[in-house]
């Protein structure tokens, strides 16, 4: 057993030295982190806490010394063209590799040290949060197309003021919130010795990638079973809260119970506010009744049932 | 040259060459004459040709940027990778596209309920701040077209789409039903295909080729977003 534990600590030892020494390795050579990160599973799940705070030393090391490097790169100034650019230095690969990550998130694996590795991005989270919108406005769109196919006493009409109400919530949640988050930690700060908590586009990064998973979850909302549509809004708000919890823990461990509980629990329950909301938002459950303008409703009877496999219509009323 | 060369040095030549008469007349050495002055006759040309597109009609200045935009709306509509779009580029065929596109899609005014189709300013914005939103984040990552070049080209690869609304309002005209929406889906998804083929033949060279697909998906989604406008129409 001690011969196992010493064999691991070795293996930590020599990814920092490595990182020490090529901080760029870090972000390029990804075909032997792999590798390392199994290694890094491993120990975690034989030896709980020693494992986890092996991790959190070595991870505040691997940091200390990527953000030294990082702030000796950070020479344009905010008005130059190439500071934005430096936000955009990603490529197709990467870009996967981080939903991949978002998608699957595991106990062990903190997004932003595993796959942001200090080269946080605003493509994904600008373009996650666009596609979003748009297939939000879309699917609502579209449920009311099938759902006037059913019964033909909807009224249908194309709802663009929704594309708006809904570009401008998501924008505002994934930029508003993780300014918050990242407020609230840098104010905690003194609590922590040793784990720096995140910058504010690593929080930024991390939000946006974890509403990733809502996209295929709205998509999926268009089947009209209304136990499925909560059944799909669960996992995905599940998987998607589970990411921010893995990645947060670390940061927030330090602090005192209450305010790591209540931050969590804060955290998730905006998250779960939001699913929630866009649910009832745009995707209204409609009962005909209530959404036929009158000039339709009067030209109906009220006895046409919403199943067409039913031929009451023929019944004299 | 050997001509010239020759009649100086051959005076006695019985043959008469009116062409070259006036040759004897200038003093040449024997030498290779290789001095005097050279004018280019194209700097005149230019010069001529400035000062004709003050005096022109005006007839003849809209026919010529007229046939400029149609030039280029044949090279949307049969893309090739050519750099007709990129090199002269213009920005006529995307308002004209844009103004049209809007006008069409735009809601009656006299229809005022809640949710409706777009508004002009809708369409008009979404269509604009598309294209410059799409054209900031092709700089960002690294491609190497100039802003107005990469407007111009999202601008003008609209055309199909607009197509496509025109021939949706025509088939709109025949009255609501299955297989009207079935038509109407059927062009529309051939018209986007059509408009994302065409701006990639012209967008994706310019950027390395680790990063094409994440500089082409935003152009999938914005060209999108224009064909859902337009499939989701309905005249009231």
């Known amino acids: 057993m001690a011969a196992a534990d010493e064999l691991t600590f070795h293996e930590f030892e020599e990814a920092t030295n490595l990182l020490a020494e090529t901080p760029d390795a870090a972000t390029t050579s990804r075909s032997d982190q792999p590798t390392s990160q199994g290694h890094v599973a491993v120990a975690v799940g034989?030896?709980?806490?020693?494992?986890a705070e092996d991790e959190v030393e070595e991870e505040s090391d691997k940091a200390a010394l990527l953000q030294e490097k990082q702030q000796q790169q950070q020479q344009p100034g905010f008005w130059t063209f190439s500071y934005y650019q430096s936000f955009f230095?990603?490529?197709?690969?990467?870009?996967?590799?981080?939903?991949?990550?978002?998608?699957?998130?595991?106990?062990?694996?903190?997004?932003?040290?595993?796959?942001?590795?200090?080269?946080?991005?605003?493509?994904?989270?600008?373009?996650?949060?666009?596609?979003?919108?748009?297939?939000?406005?879309?699917?609502?769109?579209?449920t009311l197309v099938l759902a006037q196919r059913r019964d033909p006493s909807i009224h249908y009409s194309p709802q663009f003021h929704k594309v708006t109400v809904a570009g401008i919530s998501i924008y505002c949640y994934a930029w508003l919130v993780p300014l918050a988050l990242w407020g609230f930690l840098r104010w905690r700060?003194?609590?922590?010795?040793?784990?720096?908590?995140?910058?504010f586009l690593e929080t930024v990064c991390v939000y946006g990638y974890s509403l990733f998973v809502f996209i295929p979850m709205v998509v999926l909302w268009l089947i009209p079973v209304p136990w499925l549509?909560?059944?799909?809004?669960?996992?995905?708000?599940?998987?998607?809260?589970?990411?921010?919890?893995?990645?947060?823990?670390?940061?927030?461990?330090?602090?005192?119970?209450?305010?790591?509980?209540?931050?969590?629990?804060?955290?998730?329950?905006?998250?779960?506010?939001?699913?929630?909301g866009c649910k009832l938002y745009f995707f209204q459950s409609l009962p005909p009744e209530h959404v036929a303008p009158p000039h339709q409703a009067a030209s109906l009877p009220t006895n046409i049932p919403l199943s067409p496999t039913l031929p009451r219509s023929m019944a004299p009323s | 040259m050997a001509e010239a060369e020759e009649s100086p040095g051959d005076p006695g030549t019985a043959s008469p060459r009116p062409l070259f008469a006036g040759l004897s007349d200038i003093s040449i050495s024997q030498d290779?004459?290789?001095?005097?002055?050279?004018?280019?006759?194209?700097?005149?040309?230019?010069?001529?040709?400035?000062s004709s597109t003050l005096n022109e009609s005006v007839h003849s200045t809209i026919m010529r940027d007229l046939k400029a935009v149609g030039k280029k709306f044949m090279h949307v509509l049969y893309p090739r990778k050519s750099n007709t779009l990129l090199?002269?580029?213009?920005?006529?065929?995307?308002?004209?596209?844009?103004?049209?596109?809007?006008?069409?899609l735009q809601r009656d005014s006299a229809d005022s309920e809640k949710d409706g189709g777009p508004q002009f300013a809708e369409v008009f914005v979404i269509v604009w701040f598309g294209a410059v939103t799409i054209t900031l984040n092709s700089k960002l990552l690294g491609g190497n077209i100039s802003f107005f070049q990469s407007l111009c080209v999202l601008g003008y690869c609209i055309l199909p789409l607009t197509v496509a609304m025109l021939i949706c309002r025509l088939v709109l005209l025949a009255g609501p039903g299955p297989v009207n929406?079935?038509?109407?889906?059927?062009?529309?998804?051939?018209?986007?295909?059509?408009?994302?083929?065409?701006?990639?033949?012209?967008?994706?060279?310019?950027?390395?080729?680790?990063?094409?697909?994440?500089?082409?998906?935003?152009?999938?989604?914005?060209?999108?977003?224009?064909?859902?406008?337009?499939?989701?129409?309905?005249?009231?």
């Open chain 2, 87 to 104: 090199r002269d580029w213009d920005l006529w065929g995307p308002l004209i596209l844009c103004v049209t596109l809007a006008l069409m």
């Open chain 1, 189 to 199: 700060k003194g609590v922590r010795e040793r784990v720096g908590p995140y910058t």
């Open chain 2, 181 to 236: 929406f079935m038509v109407r889906l059927f062009v529309v998804i051939v018209m986007f295909a059509w408009s994302i083929v065409a701006s990639t033949a012209f967008l994706a060279d310019s950027q390395p080729p680790n990063r094409r697909a994440l500089a082409v998906y935003p152009v999938f989604l914005f060209y999108f977003v224009i064909s859902w406008m337009i499939l989701t129409f309905t005249p009231q």
């Open chain 2, 32 to 50: 290779i004459p290789v001095e005097g002055e050279i004018t280019i006759p194209i700097r005149s040309r230019i010069r001529e040709f400035d």
């Open chain 1, 46 to 51: 034989s030896g709980d806490s020693y494992g």
């Open chain 1, 229 to 276: 549509q909560w059944l799909f809004g669960a996992l995905a708000l599940g998987l998607s809260a589970a990411g921010l919890v893995f990645t947060l823990w670390p940061v927030v461990r330090e602090d005192t119970r209450l305010v790591a509980a209540a931050l969590l629990s804060t955290v998730v329950l905006l998250h779960a506010l939001l699913a929630t």
């Open chain 1, 89 to 142: 230095d990603v490529d197709t690969s990467q870009v996967l590799d981080r939903i991949k990550g978002s998608l699957l998130p595991r106990p062990g694996h903190n997004f932003v040290r595993h796959y942001l590795r200090n080269r946080p991005d605003l493509y994904g989270p600008f373009w996650i949060c666009a596609t979003l919108a748009f297939v939000l406005a879309v699917t609502g769109n579209l």
